[in-house]
């Protein structure tokens, strides 16, 4: 796990002002004041000194009294989301990068990293079952003054949404097909019958 | 079991616990993609399909020669496999390479059901060079038989990956065909058994 010195920007090594029961652990363990510190909407927080990620890289940092994923695209831009696989529970920082997607160590199922949505086998599961496949949570994260900042994730969560009522229409489309074929198939089985 | 081999693989670094889960997990993954590229290979049919047939059926050969070459591995490191078949197949280190709906009478995403099916057939090659490609260097260097075996699997999912590639229109690969199916050019000389 990254553990960033804390010489980072100072107005983000205060102590957090609603700390949780174990809250002091998780700061113990993250070296960081603020790391068990709930994200507020729209506040931004140092999470790891730029030059500690480079391109192609993943890593893994606490913030929020959890632990974050960052990590590096091919063209420089960095991003954050969730360390838990969404499928099951496996830890992503052991992962690697493909192609702007996250490939989880576990099931080798793959993430987008900038819009959080499942790759794959979304793209070649049927319907019905691509559309229980959950996204993976990002968080905003922007470069500044030679730091990594993460905010709240409200922005990533509107694209997965986005996705999630497209893939409901889709599953809904090839629910309605299949009916009809169903119907269909069942239409000559009946016309059989009576013809034979 | 090989008790001076596991405590050289342990020596050099290498959590056997670890290895054991992914090789687990890989042979999983060939075992039910064993399995799954049956009902595609079944399914391939009509006057594009049947072109598709006999490289299904190398792809689907050689995975069940990849799982014969990786089982004796895992009980030489002091792993096992699961006792229940159905625990083995949710352990599979790849999601199932299901059918896809439009050849079920279902709605097609690429407007093809030739396509989609080849789809299919990529992306699990796809997980499978990505599922080799982590293990490699997760022994490299460290355990060179369990490099060795999953070295040469590599070579064959990358192989089989490309002819699929080759058939969606993404590109020459410069393979010519086996000499029939399940001829395993590289993994035959792990395997005890005849493999055709």
């Known amino acids: 796990m990254a553990e960033p010195s804390n010489s980072g ?3 983000n090594l205060t102590t957090c002002a609603t700390p949780t029961p174990n809250c002091a652990e998780i700061e113990s363990r993250a070296k960081q004041a603020w790391a068990c510190c709930p994200l507020q909407k729209d506040e931004w927080h140092a999470a790891l000194p730029a030059e500690q990620l480079p391109v192609g890289k993943l890593t893994k940092v606490w913030f929020a009294g959890k632990s974050i994923l960052l990590a590096r695209l091919e063209d420089g831009t960095p991003v ?3 360390v838990i696989c969404p499928h099951q529970q496996a830890d992503l920082s052991q992962g690697k990068i493909y192609m702007g997607a996250v490939d989880c160590p576990s099931h080798h199922y793959l ?3 900038r819009t959080g949505v499942n790759r794959y086998p979304r793209d070649v599961f049927p319907a019905d079952l691509a559309a229980q496949l959950a996204h993976l949570p990002l968080f905003r994260v922007k470069e500044e003054d030679g730091w990594l900042w993460v905010a709240d994730r409200a922005v990533a969560d509107r694209a997965v949404a986005d996705t999630a009522a497209a893939d409901t229409a889709s599953a809904d489309t090839a629910s309605a ?6 119907t269909a198939a069942a239409d000559t ?3 059989r019958e009576r013809d034979g | 079991m090989g008790k001076v081999a596991q405590e050289m693989v342990t020596k050099s670094g290498i959590n056997l616990k670890t290895l054991t889960d992914k090789l687990i997990a890989a042979a999983g993954a060939e075992f039910t993609t064993f399995y799954y590229y049956t009902i595609l290979r079944v399914a391939a049919i009509g006057m594009e399909g049947e072109g598709l047939k006999e490289i299904i059926e190398d792809a689907r050969i050689e995975d069940r020669n990849h799982f014969e ?3 004796p591995r895992i009980y030489e490191l002091g792993g096992e496999l699961p006792r229940d078949i159905r ?5 599979a280190g790849c999601p199932d390479a299901y059918l896809p709906d439009s050849l079920k009478g279902g709605k097609s995403p690429t407007g093809s059901s030739l396509k989609d099916l080849l789809t299919v057939l990529v992306e699990a090659e796809r997980c499978a060079v990505r599922c080799y490609t982590d293990l490699c260097q997760f022994t490299h260097g460290k355990d060179p038989r369990t490099y060795d075996i999953c070295a040469a699997i590599l070579n064959e999912e990358i192989e089989h990956e490309a002819w699929f590639s080759e058939y969606l229109g993404e590109g020459p690969s410069g393979h010519f065909r086996r ?9 035959g000389r792990f395997m005890t058994a005849d493999h055709g």
């Open chain 1, 189 to 191: 089985a009946s016309d």
């Open chain 1, 80 to 82: 954050a989301a969730s």
């Open chain 1, 111 to 113: 993430y987008d990293l």
């Open chain 2, 179 to 187: 000499g029939k199916p399940g001829t395993s050019p590289y993994v």
């Open chain 1, 9 to 11: 920007p100072r107005k």
């Open chain 2, 87 to 91: 625990k083995f197949a949710d352990l």
């Open chain 2, 69 to 71: 070459a990786l089982f």
């Open chain 1, 177 to 182: 097909d299949t009916a009809a074929a169903d």
